[in-house]
């Protein structure tokens, strides 16, 4: 697969991208130990993994936002994989957190729109992954909701509606989908090690997640090739006949 094409000084070359969409647990992916540095760090020399995660957004917000970050037309908007990790705050209780909270109906048809869009501008199902909402530690997450003030505004029962709903969403679509919540708790499990606050992710949980959306990406990117030679393959005497050509890989 040639991705650079171009004589002379050589045309630019054209990096595959994958697009992290989603709220806190997808901006926080790439600190230390994070899944989203993993998955960079896996893909170097292949792709760009580009953090587009928004701490506290809800799917509402996610459709509405959507569009100004893919486009049709641009080849660089065209990315090879792209997840959609919402639920964490579209599932806050109403009552208590009537701002992030999403109806399950409404969370239900903004991924359906998301996935929608995507396929309008030519990103197919097939590069999509749907990623449901961890669960919920109520304890742990009930003592940083008293620190800010306020009552336990998540629990973990409606925490899974949304992940069932998530899921129900993947299988309509035909799109891929990692089942945290439900993997976290396998065979009743304490997830709670998973978990840094209650909600977000510890450095145990960004590893559960990396390795079982890895083997979901690493299908969708298999066939890319290692962009610009390997040291060694390098020309030693005219080394912008490696470089500059058509081989790239």
Same mark, same amino acid.
């Given at each position: 697969?040639?991705?650079?094409?171009?004589?002379?000084?050589?045309?630019?070359?054209?990096?595959?991208?994958?697009?992290?969409?989603?709220?806190?647990?997808?901006?926080?992916?790439?600190?230390?130990?994070?899944?989203?540095?993993?998955?960079?760090?896996?893909?170097?020399?292949?792709?760009?993994?580009?953090?587009?995660?928004?701490?506290?957004?809800?799917?509402?917000?996610?459709?509405?936002?959507?569009?100004?970050?893919?486009?049709?037309?641009?080849?660089?908007?065209?990315?090879?994989?792209?997840?959609?990790?919402?639920?964490?705050?579209?599932?806050?209780?109403?009552?208590?957190?009537?701002?992030?909270?999403?109806?399950?109906? %409404?969370?239900?048809?903004?991924?359906?729109?998301?996935?929608?869009?995507?396929?309008?501008?030519?990103?197919?199902?097939?590069?999509?992954?749907?990623?449901?909402?961890?669960?919920?530690?109520?304890?742990?997450?009930?003592?940083?909701?008293?620190?800010?003030?306020?009552?336990?505004?998540?629990?973990?029962?409606?925490?899974? %509606?949304?992940?069932?709903?998530?899921?129900?969403?993947?299988?309509?679509?035909?799109?891929?989908?990692?089942?945290?919540?439900?993997?976290?708790?396998?065979?009743?499990?304490?997830?709670?090690?998973?978990?840094?606050?209650?909600?977000?992710?510890?450095?145990?949980?960004?590893?559960?997640?990396?390795?079982?959306?890895?083997?979901?990406?690493?299908?969708?990117?298999?066939?890319?090739?290692?962009?610009?030679?390997?040291?060694?393959?390098?020309?030693?005497?005219?080394? %912008?006949?490696?470089?500059?050509?058509?081989?790239?890989?």
């Amino acid at each position: 697969m040639a991705l650079c094409e171009g004589l002379g000084c050589g045309s630019s070359l054209l990096w595959p991208r994958v697009l992290l969409f989603g709220d806190s647990i997808t901006q926080f992916s790439f600190q230390p130990e994070g899944w989203g540095a993993s998955l960079a760090d896996k893909l170097v020399r292949k792709c760009d993994v580009l953090n587009r995660g928004f701490s506290g957004y809800n799917t509402r917000w996610a459709k509405i936002i959507l569009p100004r970050l893919i486009r049709k037309g641009n080849a660089l908007d065209s990315p090879v994989a792209v997840t959609i990790f919402f639920g964490a705050n579209d599932s806050a209780l109403k009552e208590e957190n009537p701002k992030q909270h999403i109806p399950l109906d %409404e969370y239900v048809a903004n991924l359906r729109s998301m996935v929608q869009y995507l396929r309008s501008v030519d990103v197919p199902e097939g590069r999509i992954v749907l990623i449901t909402p961890p669960p919920l530690c109520e304890a742990a997450w009930e003592k940083e909701c008293l620190v800010q003030g306020c009552k336990l505004n998540r629990l973990n029962v409606v925490v899974g %509606e949304y992940a069932s709903a998530c899921l129900q969403v993947a299988q309509d679509c035909g799109t891929d989908v990692l089942d945290l919540w439900t993997l976290m708790q396998k065979d009743g499990q304490d997830f709670a090690p998973y978990l840094s606050d209650g909600l977000h992710l510890s450095p145990q949980g960004n590893a559960f997640l990396f390795s079982h959306l890895w083997p979901l990406i690493e299908k969708k990117v298999s066939s890319l090739p290692l962009l610009l030679p390997y040291w060694r393959d390098v020309a030693e005497a005219r080394p %912008e006949l490696s470089l500059l050509g058509d081989g790239d890989h």
